[in-house]
C-alpha cells in the first residue's frame, strides 16, 4: 500500500464513478423524453466539472497513485475496492467526464426512440469507463472493463444501422474473447502474488520469462483487439457504421484507449523482459497498421468507415510510441490518445450533424454543403487538420513526440532508422484521405446534388463542436500543462522498466524453462 496516498477527505473517484449510476438509476423514474434528455445532460455535466477537482489536488511532483480508496469487499478471497489516479490515468479520466455531456448533446434529436433507456445506456457507460482508469484491484478493473460491453452492445444494438445485430455481436464477441485471455492472466497473477488482487503488488516482481511471456501474449490479445491493432481491427468499421453517433463517439474517444492503457498499466510493468523481447514484433503490427488503416480510409466512400480505417492508423502511431520504450514516445503516444479522442470524436460528431440532415454517411451525398454550411465545414476543416497532423494542431504534437521516440529508438539499437521511416506514409496518407473528403465536402465537383435546403449548424451543435475546436489549438500551441501531468509516472514507469531489461541479457539463457 506504500504506493498509495489515501484520500482522506471526501471520495472524490467514488463520487466520479457512481455518480451517473445513481442518475442511471433516477432516470428510470423519469418517463418524459425531454426531460430524460435534460437530466442526463445536467448529470454529466456535474460529473464533468466534478472531475476538475482532480486537477485541483494533483500532485505532478509524485508518481504515487492519488485520491486513493481502499476499502474490504470480500475478504475470504482479498478482492478489496481501490481506487487510484497517477499521471497515465488521469487525462484519461478527464477525458471521459468531459466528452460525455457532448454525447448527451449530440444524441437531442438524433436518437428518436427509447430515449429513457438510452440515456440509461450512456450513464451506465460513463460509470464503468471512469472506474476501469481508476481501478487498482483486478477483480474490480476485470468487472467493469465487462461492464462497458453490455450497454455499447445495447448502443449499437438497439439504436444503430441496419446491420446492427451483424456489428453488435461481432463487437461483443470480438472483445470477450480477448475479456477471457485477460482472466486467464489476473488468475495466474492472483495465485503468484499471495493470493492478492492488487495490481501495483504485481508490478515489478521477478517472474520468470516463461511466465512473463504467456502472461503478456494474454494481456496482448486482451488490449490489441481493444485498441484494436491490426489484424484484430475487423470489428471497428463496422461497429462504428452502425453505431448511433454518441456510441461512435464513446468508441473512438474513450473505448479504444483502454487498450494502450492496460499496455500501459498493466504488460510493462507487470511483464518487462516479455515486453523488451516481444516489442519489435508488436512495433513492426504497429507500422502495418498505419499503412493499412491509411490505404482502406483513402478507398472509403462512407464518411464513418474513413474515420474508423483512420482510426486503425492512429491507433497504430500509439501502440508505436508506447513500445519503443522511451520517454518521448510514451508521452507522445499518452497525448495521441487524448489528440485522438478529442479530434476523432469531434469527426464523428460531423459525420452525425451530416447525417441528420441527408439520412446518409456517403461522401457523394454530401458533396458541395461548403455553400451553404459555412460554419460546419469551418469546424470540418479544422478537425481534418488536426487529423493529419498539421502543425499549431494538437495531433501534430503528438505524432512529432512519437516519431522522436522512434528515431532515438532505432538509434539506440545502432540500426538504420527503419522504424520511424515506415511509419511516414502514415501521416501523408492521412493528410490524403481527410483533404479528399474535405474537398468533395466544401466544393464537390459540377454535378454536386442539390444542397440548397441544407441548413447550417444550429447553437446546440455549435455548443457541442467548440470545446473540441479549443482542445485542437490548447494542445497544439500550448501541449506542456498537458505534458506536465503524466511526466513524473511516466518517468518513474521507464525507470523501473529499464533496471529489469538487465535481465534480458540472460534471457535467452531461462527461456522456458
Same mark, same amino acid.
Given at each position: 500500500m506504500d504506493q498509495l496516498l489515501i484520500n482522506s477527505g471526501f471520495p472524490i473517484l467514488s463520487a466520479l464513478i457512481f455518480m451517473p449510476l445513481a442518475g442511471a438509476l433516477l432516470l428510470l423514474f423519469i418517463k418524459n423524453e425531454s426531460a430524460c434528455r435534460y437530466f442526463a445532460l445536467v448529470v454529466t455535466s456535474i460529473v464533468a466539472l466534478w472531475s476538475l477537482r482532480l486537477l485541483v489536488g494533483f500532485d505532478q511532483t509524485t508518481s504515487k497513485f492519488q485520491f486513493a480508496e481502499h476499502y474490504t469487499w470480500i475478504e475470504s478471497f482479498n478482492i478489496n475496492y481501490t481506487l487510484g489516479v497517477d499521471g497515465i490515468s488521469i487525462l484519461l479520466i478527464l477525458l471521459t467526464t468531459i466528452i460525455m455531456p457532448f454525447c448527451v448533446l449530440a444524441s437531442w434529436s438524433y436518437i428518436k426512440t427509447r430515449i429513457q433507456a438510452f440515456m440509461i445506456c450512456l450513464l451506465i457507460m460513463e460509470t464503468a469507463m471512469i472506474g476501469v482508469f481508476a481501478a487498482l484491484d483486478f477483480v474490480l478493473f476485470y468487472i467493469l472493463w465487462e461492464a462497458m460491453l453490455i450497454p455499447m452492445y445495447l448502443l449499437i444494438g438497439i439504436w444503430g444501422g441496419p446491420r446492427k445485430i451483424y456489428a453488435s455481436v461481432k463487437f461483443f464477441l470480438y472483445t470477450l474473447t480477448g475479456s477471457i485471455l485477460l482472466l486467464v492472466g489476473i488468475l495466474w497473477l492472483y495465485t503468484a502474488n499471495n493470493? /492478492?488482487? @492488487?495490481?501495483?503488488?504485481?508490478?515489478?516482481?521477478? =517472474? /520468470?520469462? +516463461?511466465?512473463?511471456? =504467456? #502472461? @503478456?501474449?494474454? @494481456?496482448?490479445? !486482451?488490449? !490489441? *483487439?481493444?485498441?484494436?491493432?491490426?489484424p484484430f481491427h475487423t470489428w471497428l468499421p463496422a461497429a462504428h457504421v452502425e453505431a448511433p453517433t454518441a456510441g461512435s463517439v464513446i468508441l473512438a474517444s474513450i473505448l479504444l484507449k483502454m487498450g494502450t492503457y492496460g499496455f500501459l498499466r498493466f504488460a510493462l510493468p507487470i511483464t518487462p523482459e516479455a515486453t523488451v523481447l516481444l516489442a519489435p514484433y508488436v512495433l513492426w503490427l504497429s507500422i502495418a497498421g498505419i499503412i493499412y488503416g491509411g @490505404? +482502406?480510409?483513402l478507398a472509403q466512400s462512407d464518411?464513418?468507415? #474513413? *474515420?474508423? =480505417? /483512420? /482510426?486503425?492508423?492512429h491507433m497504430g502511431f500509439v501502440t508505436l510510441g508506447i513500445f519503443v520504450l522511451n520517454k518521448n514516445g510514451v508521452e507522445g503516444a499518452i497525448l495521441?490518445?487524448?489528440n485522438h479522442g478529442v479530434t476523432t470524436g469531434a469527426l464523428f460528431l460531423c459525420v452525425g450533424m451530416i447525417y441528420e440532415r441527408t439520412h446518409s454517411r456517403e461522401l457523394r451525398m454530401a458533396t458541395g454543403v461548403g455553400k451553404y454550411m459555412p460554419i460546419y465545414v469551418t469546424f470540418l476543416a479544422f478537425f481534418s487538420l488536426s487529423s493529419f497532423g498539421f502543425p499549431g494542431t494538437n495531433s501534430f504534437v503528438g505524432e512529432f513526440m512519437i516519431l522522436a521516440g522512434t528515431f532515438r529508438f532505432d538509434i539506440a539499437q545502432h540500426n538504420f532508422p527503419y522504424l520511424a521511416l515506415a511509419a511516414i506514409p502514415g501521416a501523408v496518407l492521412a493528410a490524403a484521405y481527410m483533404l479528399r473528403m474535405l474537398q468533395k465536402i466544401v466544393w464537390g465537383g459540377t454535378d454536386n446534388p442539390d444542397q440548397s435546403w441544407i441548413t447550417d449548424l444550429n447553437i446546440r451543435e455549435i455548443i457541442t #463542436?467548440?470545446?473540441f475546436l479549443l482542445f485542437v489549438f490548447w494542445i497544439g500551441l500550448k501541449p506542456q500543462p498537458f505534458i506536465n501531468f503524466m511526466d513524473t509516472s511516466v518517468t518513474d514507469l521507464l525507470q523501473h522498466f529499464h533496471a529489469h531489461q538487465e535481465h534480458?541479457? +540472460?534471457a535467452t539463457e531461462r527461456i522456458f524453462y
Open positions: 493470493y /492478492s488482487f @492488487f495490481i501495483p503488488d504485481m508490478m515489478w516482481q521477478d =517472474y /520468470s520469462l +516463461t511466465a512473463q511471456v =504467456y #502472461l @503478456f501474449i494474454a @494481456f496482448f490479445l !486482451a488490449f !490489441a *483487439i481493444k485498441v484494436p491493432m491490426f @490505404f +482502406t480510409a464518411m464513418k468507415k #474513413l *474515420i474508423a =480505417y /483512420s /482510426s486503425v492508423g495521441q490518445m487524448i #463542436l467548440a470545446p534480458v541479457l +540472460t
